[in-house]
């Protein structure tokens, strides 16, 4: 239940908040026990490098990858929905283009305990958020060219000390904005 009142009271306590994004304590679970903080590998070796470099401000974000967040309705219906792992940074950099810093609230939830992935699913799930990134970069004029990217994550594995190339396929899909689908634009709301 923190969870929902956490996320939901800046939203209701205050009108100018659009956004509000989860932090807590992220501790590893390793077999031997929990290790205290740790967790947010990729906020700390691709995030906060990349937004210290173009978008200084939202280094204020504590847990930017985390996946908790609440928004207004008419928010979430006028930005694009990515459906893979840039989700998280794309609404940070949508939300802060459109409605600046002031928008957006953060709330501790204070202690969730992840599942550790591994370092070849960090790897990939950077590959994901790297194209989003870069898509935004773009969008938001920060960047003049774009070249194409490729969309084949290419990392390597040993076993018996024979490296053996892994390639997989990591493509950034997105929906459009909610309020520019016809059948969404055309409902009917109950009163």
Known sequence: PRFVYGLVAPLIKRDEVHYVKAFYDRPLNYSSGLRASGGGRVTEILIRPLFSLFYP???NVIQPLS??????????????????YGVETSHLLDLYEKF??????????????????????????????????FNRLHAQGKIDQMPDMETFYRRFEVEDGVYSQL????????????IEVEGYRNRSLPS
């Open 57 to 59: 401000d939202l280094t």
């Open 100 to 133: 600046g810093l002031d928008a957006f609230a953060q709330t501790d939830l204070d202690r969730r305990v992840h599942r550790n992935q591994t370092t070849s699913a960090l790897g990939k799930m950077s590959f994901g958020i790297l194209q989003t990134f």
């Open 67 to 84: 996946g908790e967040y609440a928004a207004r309705r008419e928010v979430l219906e006028i930005i694009p929905f990515p459906i893979g």
């Open 167 to 178: 390639v997989q396929e990591v493509v950034e899909e997105e929906r459009p904005p909610m």
